[in-house]
């Protein structure tokens, strides 16, 4: 088509037509020229950053994929590891809703989840984040016995009332506390329902042995004097893709744990995977005080059917 | 005049008892202070507080500090409002004690943080949906207001004396003249100053109500059994009126006596003084019978166990102290007049007073005493809340603190209104300045 009007063109006046083409040849050669100089440029430009680093790193991003970089890509968000943490803490894990269910037909008060957690919190003995309950509803119902942590709430009453935004609901469901942040005026210790916080009345367990430590807030470690604590959902665990350290101890297969957006929990003792939607339907779960328009992210399996005898707890 | 500005203000000077009474209240002080630097060098755990029991004599008194400042308002406003010339001469004294007590609430309040140094993050992270920001707001408002209503009235009398008065103590002159702000008198500036007054103690009265409000919100807004209520707001109100009516008592006839001012603060005042108590008492006992009769018909399983303990169980000795001897039978013996006399209406009211204080802690600790779960696998110092020797050197600092702000106040400067006492007498106070 193109060549057609040149054609059309040339017949009409032929004197103008060689100019053309010359014109066209000569802008031909500048673009192939230019063209040639920027290929060879950028690949010198390539060749020196090769030569600069000559190697790539492989990194783990923040929703576990493995990348490979190269170290000159790399650009440094926050030079301060406590802080990129704490930013980190903030937000969650991506895509994810943690649940719990606490089988309480199981438990028999092995408290091994306790010390676990305690462990890995630096808890002094008397610190819980998780706690087992010696529990009778009424007079004429069986005793049983109830591990008890934070029900990380989806309608937090802490949460609401903390002055300083120390304490804070994720996207992935956890209610966390910031004890960089924390000024220590215990409102959210007195509005939870559920006694689920303790504070670090005195020097927290190991304070010397831990002081140089970077906070984690995902752990809530080091443990600081004078800031609220309290159960973490194992936070720390579930960015590495684990079982929270309550869950993984329990000897008696009470714990389950996992994904709500996935419908699926896995026991902590037996390693399955179950439906999330049908272990609470067919074992008629329920949550604490859901009276209280709370909104628990912990379930409870009713204490029925139990093969082993009430050992009433010395304290 | 010359008689009036004398009797009003011959206690402004530098004697061996004022130097006594400091000396003690600086002792004191220090002494007390020492425990707070224990609290601030091992932490929170040096006072009786624990996990279930979080909050107990620092937030207790924080409470009763917030209703002792509530009187100012009373007084100043409602009463003045209305038009009763007989509170006059008792407006500076509620106005002082609204000022004391609401400057060391907010001091009371850090003592209770667990990181006082972070005491700045309050500001800086600072997040609107939790009521400890509106009780920071409405306290911080509140005590302003009440600096202004203490000082406003005070810069005429500050003129007079600084011209009339020639045993004002030499090194007190220069801040009378600072503070009198060149006050002459003038029909412009009576307009001005009568005007300022007026429109805030219309400001007060919605600002002290709040402070109480939100104060009494801090538990109202949990859903703890014993605060989980709705007439917590006007409870703790009428309840504030009833410890500040007291306190005001109390201090009028320290003042009358120490100060000679018998033919200021006269038996009529305490008499009015006694009606304003019984009757904010008996307003106080409707809200009681409504707090504890309602839940108590009901009884729901977590309120049956909070009103057991305080009627019948670990607290219930406190509970009937407080309830018999601090309200009812006061309330009784103010109705006879020989009653409402100085002596026996000051008796009463430290009564009153000391039952007000035990009032805010069986408010707040009880409630903590019993969540809604069991506490179990903890040391029994857990359980049982007992303050410690440290927690309550602490607290008497904070009362330690109220009394050295009032009696530098009083002391300094006239207790009783000079030149308002004046024009209610019918003498010109301008004339006064002018000879």
Redesign the interface.
Known sequence: MDENTVNNRDEQDPSKSSRRNFMKNIGLLGAGVAAGAGALYSGDIFEKKKAATGESKVLLTQDNKLVEVDSLEMKVLAKNPEKLKLQEGREGIPGKRWVMVIDLSKCRNARRCISACQDAHQLKP???HM?????QDSPGTAPYNMP?NCQHCDNP?CV???????TYKRGDGIVLIDNV???????C???C???A???????PKDADKHSGETYNVELNVPQK????SKCLFSADRCREGKLPYCVSACPNGVYYFGDENEDAVTNGTTKETTRLSKLLRDNGAYQ??PE?GTKPRVYYLPPKNRLFPFEP?T? | MEKIVNDLSHHIRLNKGFFIWMGFLVLAFLACLYAYTRQLQYGLGVAGVRDYISWGLYISNFVFFVASSLIGMLISAVLGLIGFKWVHPITRIAETIAVAFAAVAGLVIVMDMGRPERLAYVFMYARFQSPILWDVTVITTYFVISLLLLFLPMIPDMAVLYKRFSKLPSWLKPVYKVLSLNWTDHPEQNRIIHRSVYILLILIIPAALSIHTVTSWLFALTVRPGWDSTIFGPYFVSGAFVAGSAAVIIAMYFFRRNYKLQDYLTDMHFNNMGKVLVLVAFVYLYFNINEYLVPGYKLKRADALHLHELMAGNFAVMFWLVQVGGLLIPIILLLFRRMRRPMPLTVISVAVVIGAWFKRYLIVVPTMAHPFLPVQHVPENFKVYTPTLIEIAITLLSFILVLIIITLISKFFPVIPVVETAKDKGLDPLKSIES
């Open positions: 008397e610190q819980y706690n087992t309950l010696q529990m008890k009453p609401a009332v903390c002055p300083v935004d120390a942040r924390c000024i220590g005026c215990r409102f210790m007195a509005a329902p559920y006694s916080r303790i504070f670090n009345w005195t020097t004097i004078g800031t609220v604490l005080m209280l707890s304290d």
